[in-house]
T-cell receptor, first 115, second 112 residues
Framework: ETGVTQSPTHLIKTRGQQVTLRCSSQ?????VSWYQQALGQGPQFIFQYYREEENGRGNFPPRFSGLQFPNYSSELNVNALELDDSALYLC??????????????FGPGTRLTVL | GENVEQHPSTLSVQEGDSAVIKCTYS??????FPWYKQELGKGPQLIID?????GEKKDQRIAVTLNKTAKHFSLHITETQPEDSAVYFC???????????FGTGTSLTVIP
């Protein structure tokens, strides 16, 4: 059984640029959620994807967008990067079918630094 | 929305002692409460969870208790070991079920 994987592990961008982060969900999982974790803080929910559609969104602006593919992998896109976007971006998968009362497993994260 | 508070923010214990971390939540509709352990440079790892229809759950040295009336839940680690040193996060699901709200984390240090 393969766990949740994310790429790249680290990324450095400058203000105003755009970035795409990728996530492969754990085998058998159909739901992917993305979280932003600032240094010293708990993860903050960005959005969730189920059946290739957004299924819930946290308090993040529209410049944060995502995709889910038929194989359940997912992308997080962030446009017009700001310094405050510097954080660890975590992907989590589950087989909850769009609800999160089941276990959710996290990947190792992508460390994004915006200069 | 849900608000999860976690205490303490840091905790140091001697090896072999017990550690307790407490969380409170605000949304009475939350029904799933996981605990995660995060080591440096890694993603959070699920260590135990509890659903609202039970009051306590135990897995070897780790236990979680839930008081729905008071809206608080706690993580108990007994016989702590140096490898238990990490940041621990509690979480609660939203009333729609499709997002988790996390506490601010507890940095646990187990002193050999």
């Amino acid at each position: 059984e393969t766990g949740v994987t994310q790429s790249p592990t680290h990324l450095i961008k400058t203000r105003g640029q755009q970035v795409t982060l990728r996530c492969s969900s754990q085998s058998g999982h159909n739901t992917v959620s993305w979280y932003q974790q600032a240094l010293g803080q708990g993860p903050q929910f960005i959005f969730q994807y189920y059946r290739e559609e957004e299924n819930g969104r946290g308090n993040f602006p529209p410049r944060f967008s995502g995709l889910q593919f038929p194989n359940y992998s997912s992308e997080l896109n962030v446009n017009a990067l700001e310094l405050d976007d510097s954080a660890l971006y975590l992907c989590a998968s589950s087989n909850a079918g769009g609800r999160l009362s089941n276990e959710q497993f996290f990947g190792p994260g992508t460390r994004l630094t915006v200069l | 929305g849900e608000n999860v508070e976690q205490h303490p923010s840091t905790l140091s214990v001697q090896e072999g002692d017990s550690a307790v971390i407490k969380c409170t939540y605000s949304d009475s509709a939350s029904n799933y409460f996981p605990w995660y352990k995060q080591e440096l440079g890694k993603g959070p790892q699920l260590i135990i969870d509890i659903r609202s229809n039970v009051g306590e759950k135990k897995d070897q040295r780790i236990a979680v208790t839930l008081n729905k009336t008071a809206k608080h839940f706690s993580l108990h680690i007994t016989e702590t070991q140096p490898e238990d040193s990490a940041v621990y996060f509690c979480a609660a699901n939203s009333n729609t079920g499709n997002q988790f709200y996390f506490g601010t984390g507890t940095s646990l240090t187990v002193i050999p």
